[in-house]
């Protein structure tokens, strides 16, 4: 059979399973490593090295009285490792054995500490017990949470010293896992090469080999997509403007726009802000009004994008029952100055606006400049704000302070940020992970809103698996967010990705699958 390349640029420093943040780790990690279940490009988590994936309808999630779960994973008939080892249930539970390791924090995710326990009646039988309810637990043992781990290959030195497990080169160049592709050869400098298991439980791919090769420049990008060298881009992101310009040259490919896995918004300062009004709902209504945010998106992102009313993308399996639930505000100077005159300002000679003691507001708005879109954004806000007679200031944050986190979290008026759009972003809601000096500024609150009604809704939506009351628990909590404008979205961003028109099966991830979620079924034309 022909060997075919295709290219997969990306910034990685090493095949480590473990260390999956950097641009296209993600990507490489699922080719090489399948899990028991997989997040599909519809937000619909299937089954992948399991029979079936765990859900409340089909018994395999039972729900106790006592608030206690119970999941049940079958592992698929000839499922294995690429050395030809068979995957067993006692790998499921050396992999639990390690995440659950506390002298090995970089795997310890949530979802580990919330299992109370693991039984193994059989090789192919997985019984997890869990402490609490958990609206996740069916991640468990997926590529989302880290690969899996051969027991047959690491038990022997995670036992001789645990704390040195990932000096292994199994982690890097003796990589053996249980993807479509096997890792043929690593190089630090230049990238990896993979060749197809021919005998992969979910049949083989059509793509013998794989070439993944580091490119960490943007002309030299697109300058080998334009060539036909390079097949797919994963991991690396051009921006809007290049992908457009690519689009129109490129004969042997296409542009995909993925999903809008991401929106631009504003987080209001609730803690402190140097301009008190921000607290008060009926300005913060005000200033939303006072944005055209139709206009942004179409000249920031070339019409690609709708305007952010949510916080959940308008393609996500969610979002056409909770849509109702949303508040919006689309464009109106005129009902955004009737608004600051009920709040008693007025405006002066100078266009400012200033209450009856002489007050004029001064609000400030914090953008990094580590995302070009960030500032983009924040210079037509002020803009708009000014019309209406609110004077601005832009803190732009420069690269040595964008990792200071008293310094951002100590915003002074607003912070604009791109954020993923995803349910998981509940959490950030919750009052314990504000990020305050008591802290430390550890926790993903960036807005710092902190009330016990929006902690009960979040702790609602954590703990409600039967699906169509977790979505009651969202409708109300999209509601709660837009009308009290606690996030206040501009709009939605987009990441282009470029496809070979030689690839058969290959798309851009969309509701937070990454977009090697089927890498098993890839072919060549």
Do not use: C
């Not at 095949?15 to 028991?36: I, K, Q």
């Not at 119970?70 to 639990?96: M, V």
């Amino acid at each position: 059979m022909a060997v075919t390349k295709t290219a997969l640029p990306f910034l990685y420093t090493q095949l480590n399973p473990t260390n999956t943040n950097a641009g296209g780790g993600p990507e490489v990690v699922d080719l090489v490593n399948s899990g028991l279940t997989v997040l599909s490009s519809r937000g619909q988590r299937l089954a992948q090295l399991a029979e079936a994936a765990p859900t409340v309808e089909n018994g395999l999630w039972k729900l106790e009285a006592d608030g206690t779960m119970e999941l049940t994973w079958h592992i698929r008939p000839g499922a294995q490792w690429h050395d030809g080892a068979p995957l067993t249930s006692g790998d499921i539970a050396f992999t639990l054995r390690v995440n659950q390791d506390p002298g090995l924090p970089v795997l310890r995710n949530q979802a580990y500490q919330l299992v109370e326990r693991l039984d193994t009646p059989d090789d192919g039988t997985v019984i997890v017990r869990w402490k609490n309810p958990y609206i996740k637990a069916d991640e468990l043992f997926s590529a989302t949470l880290g690969s899996l781990l051969p027991r047959h290959l690491l038990e022997h030195a995670y036992a001789k010293d645990s704390s040195a497990l990932f000096d292994e080169a199994y982690f890097n160049r003796e990589f053996v896992g249980t993807g479509p592709f096997k890792l043929r050869s690593w190089d630090a400098g230049s990238g990896l090469v993979l060749d197809v298991v021919p005998d992969y439980v979910l049949g083989r791919p059509g793509i013998e080999v794989v070439e993944v090769r580091y490119v960490t420049e943007d002309n030299a990008l697109i300058a080998g997509v334009l060539s036909g060298s390079i097949d797919l881009m994963l991991g690396t992101q051009v921006s809007t403007d290049q992908a457009l310009s690519i689009r129109e040259q490129w004969q042997g490919g296409h542009v995909e726009f993925a999903d809008f896995g991401t929106w631009v918004q504003l987080y209001p300062q609730f803690v402190d802000p140097t301009e008190p009004l921000i607290l008060n709902l009926q300005f913060r209504r005000a200033l939303m009004y006072a944005i055209d945010r139709e206009v942004m998106a179409a000249s920031i992102q070339s019409g690609l994008v709708p305007v952010a009313d949510t916080f959940i993308s308008p393609r996500s399996p969610y979002y056409s029952t909770i849509e109702a639930s949303i508040v919006r505000y689309p464009y109106d100077p005129g009902r955004a100055a009737r608004m600051m005159g009920e709040l008693g300002y007025r405006p002066g000679s100078d266009g400012l606006l200033a209450n009856a003691s002489g007050h004029k507001i001064t609000v400030g708005i914090q953008a990094t400049t580590a995302q070009a879109i960030h500032l983009k954004a924040a210079l037509p806000i002020e803009t708009y704000w000014q019309q209406i007679g609110i004077a601005t200031d832009i803190d732009t944050v420069p690269v040595q302070l964008a990792q200071d986190v008293a310094y951002r979290a100590n915003f002074p008026g607003f912070s604009i940020q791109k954020q993923p759009t995803d349910v998981d972003a509940i959490a950030k809601l919750h009052s314990s992970e504000a990020r305050l000096a008591s802290r430390g500024y550890r926790g993903v609150n960036n807005a710092r809103y902190m009330d016990p009604a929006m902690d009960v809704l979040v702790q609602r939506y954590q703990t409600t698996i039967p699906i169509p009351q977790r979505i009651q628990a969202i409708s109300q909590i999209v509601h709660e967010v837009s009308d009290q404008l606690v996030w206040m979205g501009i709009f939605f961003d987009t990441g282009p990705a470029l496809i070979s028109n030689r690839l058969v099966n290959v798309g851009a991830g969309e509701n937070g699958a990454k977009a090697t979620w089927n890498a098993s079924q890839w072919a060549i034309r």
